[in-house]
């Protein structure tokens, strides 16, 4: 496994770590391949219900690695570096927002560029007091990738998605979740407790139910209402016919915990 993205698995739920600090977990080559290669591990692994992605080091991510596109631009091929990037970030987002499992986001510091991107395409996100989300794509030439723009947009609205990424706009982490751009603030001086907490009680819920819940509410963005409350409605029988429903009913009937 590359050390510059660490992966912990335990009880039914995985940590992942951005860790090259060294470098403010900027987005390159490397970090991209790292990434993609434990996106792939936790989505496919059964045993995993939920995972916690977080950072080292005082930046959560700095963005694109302009270290890495400046040489590109010296060996004359920046677009086809920006091409392979783009593709691998893309994929991952898709992964992360499509797999059946929760995945939460913990953002410490600054998250700018391709971080925007991948924090937000988590189903939770917490940040702390110290966090600063910074578009930084105008400031470089760059458009928004990696899905950031549309988080962004659905979250914010067109008027203050537009401000942001046209003013290279700064949001603190309190703003954040005032705005609704984020689901929780949390302390910074207890963020990782309280978000292993979160994964930990995630991790023991019903999987398949908690998998159903993503899918109609993600999907919900781009369907008609009738079309939503029929999808909610499939949910719940698919849930009813599994042993997840009876086995909640019965736990609530009987004041146990349910056994998922």
């Given at each position: 496994?590359?050390?510059?993205?660490?992966?912990?698995?335990?009880?039914?739920?995985?940590?992942?770590?951005?860790?090259?600090?060294?470098?403010?977990?900027?987005?390159?080559?490397?970090?991209?391949?790292?990434?993609?290669?434990?996106?792939?591990?936790?989505r496919w692994d059964n045993e995993i219900k939920a995972i916690l992605m977080r950072s080292n080091g005082t930046l959560f991510s700095g963005g694109g690695d302009l270290g890495a596109f400046q040489?590109?631009?010296?060996?004359?091929?920046?677009?086809?570096?920006?091409?392979?990037?783009?593709?691998?970030?893309?994929?991952?987002?898709?992964a992360i927002r499509g797999m059946e499992k929760i995945f939460i986001s913990l953002i410490e510091g600054v998250c700018a560029g391709a971080g925007i991107g991948l924090s937000l395409a988590a189903d939770v996100t917490l940040v702390t007091e110290n966090a600063k989300f910074v578009a930084g794509y105008i400031g470089i030439g760059a458009v928004p990738d990696g899905g950031s723009s549309f988080a962004v947009l659905q979250a914010l609205g067109l008027p203050r998605a537009l401000d942001f990424f046209l003013t290279n706009g700064v949001i603190d982490g309190p703003q954040a979740a005032e705005m609704g751009l984020v689901s929780r603030l949390v302390s910074t001086e207890h963020a990782a407790d309280e978000a292993i907490a979160l994964l930990e009680k995630i991790s023991q819920g019903p999987p398949a139910?908690?998998?159903?819940?993503?899918?109609?509410?993600?999907?919900?963005?781009?369907?008609t209402f009738p079309e939503y409350v029929e999808a909610e409605r499939q949910g719940i029988i698919a849930s009813a016919a599994s042993g997840e429903l009876p086995e909640g009913v019965a736990a609530f009937l009987e004041k146990r915990p349910p056994q998922f």
């Open positions: 496994m590359n050390d510059l993205v660490l992966l912990e698995k335990k009880d039914g739920h995985a940590l992942i770590t951005l860790n090259a600090s060294q470098s403010g977990n900027t987005y390159n080559e490397a970090m991209a391949a790292a990434l993609w290669q434990v996106i792939q591990d936790v040489r590109g631009v010296n060996q004359q091929r920046l677009p086809a570096l920006v091409e392979d990037l783009s593709a691998t970030l893309n994929a991952t987002v898709l139910a908690l998998a159903r819940t993503k899918k109609v509410l993600i999907q919900g963005v781009s369907r």
